[in-house]
């Protein structure tokens, strides 16, 4: 073992041939950052202004009378309908460049340094929105990032989903999407995650993580642990 890795015999096999998948909220970061974002664009006023509507959602949600997937939408109907598509950018951007930082954990990060070394793939795979994520992998040397992404006509944010919520088996179809689409064979891959929406991905490859707060898991240990 080196770094709580798998030492692998890479003879042939070019770095760039291993991936490793992280999840973004909860993995990488302390806390979910969908709502400091859009708190972000739209302002605490304007936030506080739109709670009547938005409280309703998240109950329906929490007694699992809609989807993740429908709350997410509905939450960004409310909050980010009629935005034009550059206004989101820059405040992306911005979001990314003052803000995320400040939530990671460093012992996982450590995680995601140890793969950058080692020069292999690097993909978030994330639920949360692809627009502010992108311009925080440009900053960290992330290869790719597969991720809910909003629909956009004319110019401006509908408050839709243009691609399905990246979740659970979500991910897989994505990364799948992505392997063909840019013609990507990976020999071994890791995977790191933390909630319900990760178990797929972490069955998925060869060497997976389960991370709680900044305990790291194998995956291996903790479907062992789950069944006592």
């Known amino acids: 073992m080196k770094n709580g890795h798998t030492s692998l015999r890479q003879v042939?096999?070019?770095?760039?041939?291993i991936a490793a998948y992280f999840d973004f909220d909860g993995t990488l970061?302390?806390?979910?950052?969908?709502?400091?974002?859009?708190?972000?664009?739209?302002?605490?006023?304007r936030f506080s202004l739109k709670l009547y509507k938005l409280l309703p959602i998240l109950l329906a949600y929490a007694l699992k009378i809609?989807?993740?997937?429908?709350?997410?939408?509905?939450?960004?109907?409310v909050l980010l309908k009629g935005y034009s598509i550059d206004l989101l950018e820059k405040?992306?951007?911005?979001?990314?460049?003052?803000?995320l930082d400040g939530y990671l954990k460093p012992e996982v990060y450590s995680k995601l340094e140890?793969?950058?070394?080692?020069?292999?793939?690097?993909?978030?795979?994330s639920a949360n929105l692809a627009?502010?994520?992108?311009?925080?992998?440009?900053?960290h040397h992330i290869d790719a990032v597969i991720a809910t992404e909003i629909e956009v006509i004319n110019s401006y944010c509908t408050g839709k989903l243009k691609t399905r919520n990246c979740y659970g088996k979500q991910k897989i179809r994505r990364i799948n999407e992505y392997?063909?689409?840019n013609n990507k064979r990976f020999r071994y891959s890791y995977g790191y995650g933390n909630s319900r929406g990760d178990y797929e991905l972490l069955i998925y490859v060869d060497e997976g993580y389960w991370i709680?707060?900044?305990?790291?898991?194998p995956w291996a240990d903790f479907k062992v642990d789950k069944k006592h």
């Open 114 to 125: 140890y793969h950058i070394e080692h020069k292999h793939t690097i993909i978030l795979v």
């Open 29 to 45: 970061t302390d806390r979910d950052t969908l709502i400091p974002f859009l708190i972000y664009v739209v302002g605490y006023w």
């Open 131 to 139: 627009i502010y994520l992108r311009y925080w992998a440009q900053r």
């Open 179 to 181: 392997s063909q689409m």
């Open 212 to 217: 709680s707060g900044v305990e790291i898991t």
């Open 12 to 17: 042939g096999i070019n770095s760039k041939q």
């Open 91 to 99: 405040k992306a951007r911005q979001f990314a460049e003052h803000k």
């Open 66 to 77: 809609i989807s993740n997937e429908t709350a997410k939408e509905k939450t960004l109907t």
